[in-house]
């Protein structure tokens, strides 16, 4: 695997083989794990060369207490990519991304940021955005993967690559889980076996959802899972929202087969996972 630490090397380097090859990327912030190699295994089936970024991007975090705690594994990392056959990674310092005093785009992201993460994580995806639209230009790539795990960000991402015009394919990449359904995180290891067995009731309330979602309203299903949690002191509920797939507004009434997500996000001892089903 060719490694890059700074844009201007990685740049001359893919301008020779566009000419000719495929390109696939994938924009990770590390840790990696298996729903990155997912990603990295759907983009080598799509495309002759695969780049996958590690960045830890300041921008899209609230605190700098939460950025400097995010976990970094660079080392091991690149042994994980250089094992499953990943042909580029590129790694920089902020230094190669943003000057000193840069701040995040502003882009309209026509409400798709109006719940959910966008609402308890102000700013986020304005930070996401900044980033991708800074990386898109610089690797230019046929093809993107981003996993359906962080929906929201699949959506938003999906928004301003049509806004920007760039043609490149925004591939979704289903959610990895581990034996219990859990989604796969980088944050799981900071959970102990107990916390593992309680992290369940995400899962099942996303499936018990969507089993019921022709014979209970919304409001009552919301009603049933929100009891569960109360029921839970270990596990704190931060958000349930039904939502629309393609405008992530939430709705009363569900929509045709495929239209419906379901998305949640709950901490439990202080570490916060997200999840979501779509039917
Ligand atoms: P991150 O490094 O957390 O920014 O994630 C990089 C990419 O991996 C994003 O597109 C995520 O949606 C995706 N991803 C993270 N966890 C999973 C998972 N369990 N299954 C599939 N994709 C995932």
């Not at 690797?139 to 490149?168: C, N």
Request: hydrophobic share 40%; aromatic share 10%.
């Amino acid at each position: 695997m060719r490694i890059f630490k700074f844009k201007s090397e990685l740049q001359v380097y893919l301008n020779q083989l566009r000419e000719i090859q495929t390109i696939g990327f994938v924009p990770t912030m590390g840790s990696l794990h298996q729903g990155h190699v997912a990603l990295i295994d759907s983009a080598k089936s799509y495309s002759d060369i695969v780049v996958c970024s590690i960045f830890v991007n300041p921008k899209q975090f609230d605190s700098s207490q939460d950025f400097d705690k995010y976990p970094r594994s660079l080392s091991q990392d690149i042994s994980l990519l250089n094992n499953i056959n990943c042909d580029i990674l590129y790694c920089p310092d902020e230094s190669d991304i943003y000057s000193s005093s840069e701040r995040a785009d502003e882009f309209d992201l026509n409400g798709l940021d109006r719940y959910m993460e966008g609402k308890y994580r102000k700013n986020h995806f304005q930070g996401v955005a900044t980033v991708v639209k800074k990386l898109f230009q610089l690797v230019a790539p046929h093809f993107a993967f981003f996993g359906e795990k962080d929906l929201q960000q699949l959506q938003i991402i999906k928004h301003i690559t049509r806004q920007l015009d760039s043609g490149i394919k925004i591939m979704g990449v289903p959610t990895v889980r581990d034996d219990s359904g859990l989604a796969i995180s980088s944050r799981n290891k900071r959970l102990n076996a107990l916390e593992l067995e309680k992290a369940k009731l995400l899962y099942q309330s996303l499936l018990y959802i969507r089993k019921n979602f022709t014979k209970k309203t919304v409001i009552l299903l919301k009603e049933e899972i929100e009891l569960n949690f109360r029921k839970q002191s270990e596990l704190k509920l931060e958000y349930l929202e039904i939502v629309d797939i393609q405008n992530l507004q939430p709705i009363d009434i569900f929509l045709e087969k495929d239209r419906n997500a379901v998305c949640i996000a709950a901490s439990i001892s202080g570490v916060r996972l997200i999840d979501n089903i779509i039917f």
